[in-house]
């Protein structure tokens, strides 16, 4: 099969790993995976989106794993399934979900993962862990940092270069120390050397998208670097990317916390279930830095590498020229843009079946009027 082909060279780690022993992914056989699931129990279930269902699972050794079952086969659904076991094939890193292995047998498509027993971030902030605050500070500058090491590993580190495309809290994953993984990988694609970005079909979910990647499908690592912005206030704040202030509109976090910067009102930002339990200085870092990641013109965004060092804040003299970025100067009266969408579109989530640009009405509508000179030279 196609995925064959693809990952039977899967072994092109990072060059910087050469040498090092690697864990290896390997083939498992369906009747495996039904032991090990208990024939995928409902009782075994983690959770299910779009692509299908995710199952808990014990192995013969006693080890633990997550398996990802595709909901139905089709084309477009084997394509997906060979993009995210090569691209997970290919890359090791401790803030990347490792790969255990495989299996396709008939129009059986599944996906094997080390599991994580501290599920995904987005389950703490909005979901069944939200109630009991088990992320204080410390955890969350930590999954910040981690997640940003991971990113900036697929950006400049794995060969060839691999952009994401799909950023947001459910997709980063946490183990049993809460350490960070940035997980699934089914959007991701390869940047050929040389290039700068890549022309696309639109992918993602609403309130995450870089606005030049949702108005002209162009993927480039910097749409990644906008989405990790999103993500980081996410973080801090507790709140959704996308507020929704009434039945007909939404605002993004962005513009949310933007104002709240400029008045140096960074407790504000904080979320209250941290109840003032947190390093004022981080915080207020953390903030800048999402905030200048999430800014529309991609050219003025930070790389990743450049966040992880100021997430870090080991550069007094970084800090200080983030803290003086044009961004965060108060705008003449009127220059204010206005943060709210239409919230047209109870789906947050982009597939192909959406792959028209008039799909994405909300994103569309926040930068329609706020495309980049660069963009601009195209029309």
Same mark, same amino acid.
């Given at each position: 099969?196609?995925?064959?082909?693809?990952?039977?060279?899967?072994?092109?780690?990072?060059?910087?790993?050469?040498?090092?022993?690697?864990?290896?992914?390997?083939?498992?056989?369906?009747?495996?995976?039904?032991?090990?699931?208990?024939?995928?129990?409902?009782?075994?279930?983690?959770?299910?989106?779009?692509?299908?269902?995710?199952?808990?699972?014990?192995?013969?050794?006693?080890?633990?794993?997550?398996?990802?079952?595709?909901?139905?086969? !089709?084309?477009?659904?084997?394509?997906?399934?060979?993009?995210?076991?090569?691209?997970?094939?290919?890359?090791?890193?401790?803030?990347?979900?490792?790969?255990?292995?495989?299996?396709?047998?008939?129009?059986?498509?599944?996906?094997?993962?080390?599991?994580?027993?501290?599920?995904?971030?987005?389950?703490?902030?909005?979901?069944?862990?939200?109630?009991? !605050?088990?992320?204080?500070?410390?955890?969350?500058?930590?999954?910040?940092?981690?997640?940003?090491?991971?990113?900036?590993?697929?950006?400049?580190?794995?060969?060839?270069?691999?952009?994401?495309?799909?950023?947001?809290?459910?997709?980063?994953?946490?183990?049993?120390?809460?350490?960070?993984?940035?997980?699934?990988?089914?959007?991701?694609?390869?940047?050929?050397?040389? !290039?700068?970005?890549?022309?696309?079909?639109? @992918? =993602?979910?609403?309130?995450?998208?870089?606005?030049?990647?949702?108005?002209?499908?162009?993927?480039?690592?910097?749409?990644?670097?906008?989405?990790?912005?999103?993500? /980081?206030?996410?973080?801090?704040?507790?709140?959704?990317?996308?507020?929704? /202030?009434?039945?007909?509109?939404?605002?993004?976090?962005?513009?949310?916390?933007?104002?709240?910067?400029?008045?140096?009102?960074?407790?504000?930002?904080?979320?209250?279930?941290?109840?003032?339990?947190?390093?004022?200085?981080?915080?207020?870092?953390?903030?800048?830095?999402?905030?200048?990641?999430?800014?529309?013109?991609?050219?003025?965004?930070?790389?990743?590498?450049?966040?992880?060092?100021?997430?870090?804040?080991?550069?007094?003299?970084?800090?200080?020229?983030?803290?003086?970025?044009?961004?965060?100067?108060?705008?003449?009266? =009127?220059?204010?843009?206005?943060?709210?969408?239409?919230?047209?579109?109870?789906?947050?989530?982009?597939?192909?079946?959406?792959?028209?640009?008039?799909?994405?009405?909300?994103?569309?509508? @926040?930068?329609?009027?706020?495309?980049?000179?660069?963009?601009?030279?195209?029309?």
């Amino acid at each position: 099969m196609a995925f064959c082909s693809m990952i039977c060279c899967g072994k092109g780690f990072d060059r910087n790993d050469s040498g090092k022993k690697q864990p290896m992914w390997r083939i498992f056989s369906l009747k495996e995976l039904h032991s090990a699931t208990n024939n995928f129990n409902y009782d075994n279930k983690l959770g299910e989106g779009g692509f299908g269902s995710v199952y808990w699972g014990q192995l013969w050794d006693g080890s633990q794993i997550a398996v990802k079952r595709l909901k139905v086969w !089709s084309n477009k659904a084997e394509v997906e399934f060979g993009v995210e076991v090569e691209m997970l094939a290919r890359v090791r890193h401790n803030n990347l979900l490792n790969l255990r292995g495989y299996c396709a047998e008939g129009q059986e498509r599944l996906i094997v993962y080390d599991y994580m027993p501290n599920l995904s971030l987005m389950s703490h902030l909005h979901g069944q862990h939200s109630s009991e !605050s088990l992320l204080d500070w410390t955890r969350r500058m930590n999954i910040a940092i981690g997640s940003s090491e991971g990113i900036a590993y697929l950006h400049h580190h794995a060969t060839p270069h691999i952009i994401h495309r799909d950023i947001k809290a459910s997709n980063i994953l946490l183990d049993s120390e809460f350490r960070a993984r940035v997980a699934d990988f089914g959007f991701a694609k390869l940047i050929p050397d040389g !290039s700068t970005h890549v022309t696309t079909n639109v @992918k =993602g979910t609403l309130g995450y998208l870089a606005p030049e990647y949702a108005m002209l499908g162009r993927a480039s690592e910097s749409c990644d670097v906008y989405s990790f912005g999103i993500l /980081l206030l996410e973080l801090v704040s507790g709140k959704r990317p996308l507020e929704k /202030l009434s039945v007909t509109t939404k605002r993004p976090i962005s513009e949310w916390a933007l104002p709240l910067a400029y008045e140096r009102r960074f407790s504000e930002v904080a979320d209250p279930r941290l109840n003032g339990n947190y390093n004022e200085e981080e915080l207020k870092r953390v903030v800048l830095v999402a905030l200048i990641c999430a800014q529309d013109e991609p050219r003025k965004r930070p790389t990743m590498l450049q966040v992880v060092d100021l997430l870090k804040g080991e550069s007094k003299e970084k800090l200080f020229e983030l803290e003086g970025n044009e961004i965060f100067n108060i705008p003449a009266a =009127g220059d204010q843009k206005n943060g709210t969408l239409a919230a047209q579109d109870n789906s947050d989530i982009i597939s192909e079946d959406k792959d028209s640009i008039s799909a994405h009405k909300e994103e569309v509508k @926040k930068v329609k009027e706020e495309i980049t000179s660069e963009n601009a030279d195209r029309v």
